[in-house]
């Protein structure tokens, strides 16, 4: 009789481990589910997000500050709306703000005009007949 090498799978290994992973063991220890940003509220604040890195870096900051600020307001109201999750509330609210006061704008100020300007001064100044 030859003996045949074969290869023995031990159900009771994976029986086990599945039982390990789904059955439990008698008592009800149930980890919570983590909470979830919703999608529409995730892809939302990710874009308005994704826009101020891209004003960001074509170094436009009074647009990134103005998207930011959107953002902040658009954070706030999904907050309000009970649209973000409590264990997130916090934090993300907090991350906004922290973003908008890094963000610096300076406005360009344009030299002052010293050309002549079409009807500056007419009528100032002059006295018209019978102004007395």
Do not use: Y
């Amino acid at each position: 009789m030859q003996r045949r090498k074969t290869r023995t799978k031990r159900p009771e290994l994976g029986a086990a481990a599945f039982c390990l992973a789904g059955c439990g063991s008698g008592s009800e220890h149930r980890v919570a589910p983590q909470p979830k940003l919703p999608a529409p509220v995730a892809s939302a604040l990710a874009s308005r997000s994704d826009e101020v890195a891209q004003a960001l870096v074509g170094g436009d900051q009074c647009r990134a500050l103005s998207l930011a600020q959107q953002l902040q307001q658009e954070t706030i109201s999904a907050i309000n709306a009970d649209r973000v999750p409590g264990a997130f509330q916090e934090r993300l609210g907090s991350t906004v703000a922290d973003l908008l006061s890094r963000i610096q704008c300076v406005p360009t100020v344009k030299p002052p005009d010293r050309g002549k300007h079409k009807g500056k001064g007419k009528g100032k100044g002059k006295k018209h007949k019978g102004d007395d």
